[in-house]
């Protein structure tokens, strides 16, 4: 399976904007991109997931680099709620539900 | 909606003993799975089920059993607890999509085995 990179931990000020970088250089043209996140003593949540176009919810953007070795998830305004782990998936179609879960990025978020 | 169910919220249980954590789903997903998360660390796939009927291993299923005799339930069994079950874990849910759907999480089973 495909591999990612996220950085182990960073810092955000309340209700400035976060950009959570992830690097996938062997991803595949069939992979789709999947961001997860683990709040304490909770079960992950999904956030977002695309395969070339950026993407917008409720939640936060994702924005896929035109070459796809790269993504970044945006959360626009970080409120305290948002300090979680965050994770960076590929996802292809024989992964059959599966998840492979990386160590993730700490996200910090300092009133 | 309930989502993912998991019974029980926290266990303990002696070295060799035996236990079934529970997981229920009501969205009628196809796709479950088992994952484990050891402290400081990602989760661990144990085992998966495409649909009622069909299971198989994920990275790490040694001592470990699973069976899906319908599309709601997906029992996880240890056979003989050790120490080194000692974890959180996680059962999961989604829809059968070529690029994946929103995975739902339950609120996970702490187990202790001393």
């Known amino acids: 399976d495909a591999k990612t990179t996220q950085p182990n931990s960073m810092e955000s000020n309340e209700e400035e904007p976060v950009h959570l970088p992830c690097n996938h250089s062997?991803?595949?043209?069939?992979?789709?991109i999947h961001w997860y996140r683990q709040l304490p003593s909770q079960g992950p949540e999904y956030v977002i997931h695309?395969?070339?176009s950026n993407v917008n919810n409720r939640m936060a953007s994702l924005a896929i680099a035109e070459d796809r070795k790269s993504s970044t998830l945006i959360l626009h305004r970080a409120t305290l709620r948002d300090a979680a782990v965050y994770y960076c998936?590929?996802?292809?179609?024989?992964?059959?539900?599966?998840?492979?879960f990386g160590r993730g990025t700490q996200l910090t978020v300092w009133p | 909606n309930a989502g993912v169910t998991q019974t029980p919220k926290f266990q303990v249980l002696k070295t060799g003993q035996s236990m079934t954590l529970q997981c229920a789903q009501d969205?009628?997903?196809?796709?479950m799975s088992w994952y484990r998360q050891d402290p400081g660390m990602g989760l661990r796939l144990i085992h998966y089920?495409?649909?009622?009927?069909?299971?198989d291993q994920g990275e790490v299923p040694n001592g470990y059993n699973v069976s899906r005799s319908t599309t709601e339930d997906f029992p996880l069994r240890l056979l003989s607890a050790a120490p080194s079950q000692t974890s959180v874990y996680f059962c999961?849910?989604?829809?059968?999509?070529?690029?994946?759907?929103?995975?739902?999480f339950g609120q996970g089973t702490r187990l202790t085995v001393v």
């Open positions: 999961a849910s989604s829809y059968a999509r070529s690029g994946g759907t929103e995975a739902f």
């Open positions: 089920s495409v649909g009622a009927g069909i299971t």
């Open positions: 695309g395969l070339t």
């Open positions: 969205m009628n997903h196809e796709y």
């Open positions: 998936i590929l996802y292809r179609g024989s992964t059959l539900g599966r998840l492979y």
């Open positions: 062997t991803i595949s043209g069939t992979d789709y």
